[in-house]
């Protein structure tokens, strides 16, 4: 029972973090145009994707995909350190929990330098 109640909220918590997280990234797209955030955007510095440039496109795509694998290793190293803290002593759990936040910790490094490779690709292109 509360197994599942932890998977609830660890889900709970995901999606809402995934959903306050990815609006900003919709700032630039053509339905936000008329509301004035795209030319405060330009105004601040800031350059907004257009959404009929393929380049754009997939860059918004990329971006998304890569956030939503980094908020997927955080949960999971979060879990991982959940786990650790209520193993007590027991050492099968103890060796689980370290090696959910050792490869957590490793995916979230690949994550970090494939956003910064894409990142690098898209502003050169």
Request: some cysteine; charged content about 15%; hydrophobic content about 55%.
């Amino acid at each position: 029972m509360k197994k599942i109640l932890f998977k609830k909220i660890i889900l709970a918590v995901s999606f809402t973090t995934l959903l306050l997280c990815s609006s900003p990234a919709l700032a630039g797209y053509s339905f936000f145009k008329d509301s004035g955030l795209d030319k405060s955007a330009n105004q601040a510095g800031y350059e907004t994707a257009d959404a009929t440039n393929v380049e754009g496109i997939i860059s918004t795509v990329i971006s998304a995909l890569l956030g939503l694998l980094g908020v997927i290793f955080f949960v999971l190293i979060i879990y991982g350190g959940f786990i650790w803290m209520t193993a007590q002593g027991n050492e099968t759990k103890v060796k689980s929990a370290t090696e959910t936040v050792l490869n957590a910790f490793i995916g979230l490094v690949i994550v970090l330098a494939a956003y910064a490779i894409s990142y690098f690709i898209m502003s050169k292109l």
